[in-house]
C-alpha cells in the first residue's frame, strides 16, 4: 500500500462531556486482545511487536485534534453536533502506516469513558481516495474500551450503511477542502 487511507469516526457524546474529553491529556496506550488479532493479521514490511508501537502520546486532546486539522493536505475534520450529540472525526489523507492506525486508536481510546453506549459508534481506517478496496481498521466500543475487528480487511466486509456514512462524509469534507483549495489557486 503506498496510497494514504482515510479515517472517520462517528462517536456518540454529550456536550459536556465532549468538553471534558478536549480537555484531558490522551489516554495511555492500553491493548486489549483485539488489538493484537488485528496487529497479526496484518501484513506489513518491516513489522514490529506490537507493543513496540504502544508508546504515550504526551498532549492533551484539543491542541492534538488541531494538529491534525492544520496539518497540510491531510483535510481533516473535527465536527460536534451539540444537537444530536454526535462527534465526527475525519482525516481524508490519513496514513498508509499501520503505527499510525496504533496511534490513533490510542488517541480514540480516550474518548471511551466519556462516551455514551452506543454500537452505532464506529472508526474506520479505509481506502477512501484511491480506488481500492483496502481496510486497515474498523473499530468500535465496548466495554469502555476501543476493540478492533481483525476479521475486516475489505469494504465488502464492512455494514454497508457504516461504509456510505464514512464515504458521505469524506466526500463532504474532501468537497469543503475543494472549494477551498480553488479559492487559494485564484
Keep these: 500500500m503506498s496510497e494514504p487511507c482515510s479515517l472517520y469516526a462517528k462517536i456518540t457524546i454529550r456536550p459536556e462531556q465532549f468538553a471534558a474529553f478536549l480537555a484531558t491529556p ?4 492500553v491493548a486489549n486482545a483485539s488489538w493484537q ?10 513489522k514490529a511487536d506490537l507493543k513496540e508501537e504502544l508508546y504515550p502520546i504526551e498532549a492533551i486532546n ?6 491534525w486539522l492544520c496539518a497540510e493536505y491531510a483535510i481533516a475534520a473535527s465536527v460536534y453536533d451539540a444537537e444530536k450529540e454526535i462527534w465526527h472525526f475525519s ?3 490519513f496514513s498508509e502506516n499501520y503505527g499510525s492506525v496504533v496511534d490513533a486508536a490510542i488517541f480514540l481510546q ?5 462516551k455514551e453506549d452506543n454500537p452505532e459508534d464506529f472508526v474506520v481506517v479505509y481506502d ?3 480506488g481500492g478496496d483496502v481496510v486497515m481498521a474498523s473499530m468500535s466500543f ?5 476493540w478492533f475487528d481483525p476479521a475486516i480487511s475489505e469494504k465488502a466486509h464492512l ?10 462524509y469524506l466526500q463532504q469534507q474532501w468537497e469543503i477542502y475543494d472549494k477551498t483549495r480553488d479559492h487559494r489557486d485564484d
Design 26 to 29: 490522551c489516554a495511555k496506550p
Design 128 to 130: 477512501f481516495f484511491y
Design 62 to 67: 484539543q491542541p492534538l485534534i488541531e494538529q
Design 37 to 46: 488479532a488485528w496487529w497479526d493479521s496484518r501484513e506489513m514490511c518491516g
Design 142 to 146: 465496548k466495554e469502555g474500551q476501543i
Design 91 to 93: 482525516v481524508n489523507e
Design 159 to 168: 455494514d454497508p450503511e457504516k461504509l456510505a456514512q464514512a464515504d458521505a
Design 110 to 114: 480516550g474518548i471511551a469513558p466519556f
